[in-house]
């Protein structure tokens, strides 16, 4: 499941797994020593650039955090997501696929240096 969000401002738009993936990390007699947080989401720039097939801003991004052991699965999951979250305002699944269309189409047709 995923949520949608769009920086207006930016001309950007994101796809956010609604939550992180959280791997419980631990030692050989099976006790955990921290926990491994990241998430996957996805960007599409209206002012991005192709140059042949490599685009000038990234396209994906991939944030990875560890936290001590000694804090919990909710709280780790709610600080990764307020420090990692892209910004901007939660659309529709409806207007983000528009939004990406439309944006994708803006950087495809942009000439690059232009």
């Known amino acids: 499941m995923y949520k949608y969000l769009h920086d207006v401002s930016a001309r950007t738009v994101y796809r956010v797994p ?13 006790s955990r020593i921290d926990w491994r947080v990241t998430m996957t989401y996805r960007i599409t720039r209206a002012d991005n650039e192709l140059t042949g097939h490599q685009w000038k801003f990234p396209t994906s991004s991939h944030p990875v955090q560890h936290f001590d052991s000694h804090y919990g699965r909710e709280g780790v999951a709610s600080y ?29 047709s942009r000439k690059p240096g232009a």
């Open 18 to 30: 609604i939550e992180p993936q959280i791997t419980e990390q631990k030692d050989k007699r099976g």
């Open 80 to 108: 990764f997501r307020m420090h990692h979250e892209p910004n901007g305002n939660e659309i529709t699944e409806t207007e983000y696929k528009a939004l990406h269309e439309k944006y994708e189409a803006e950087a495809r």
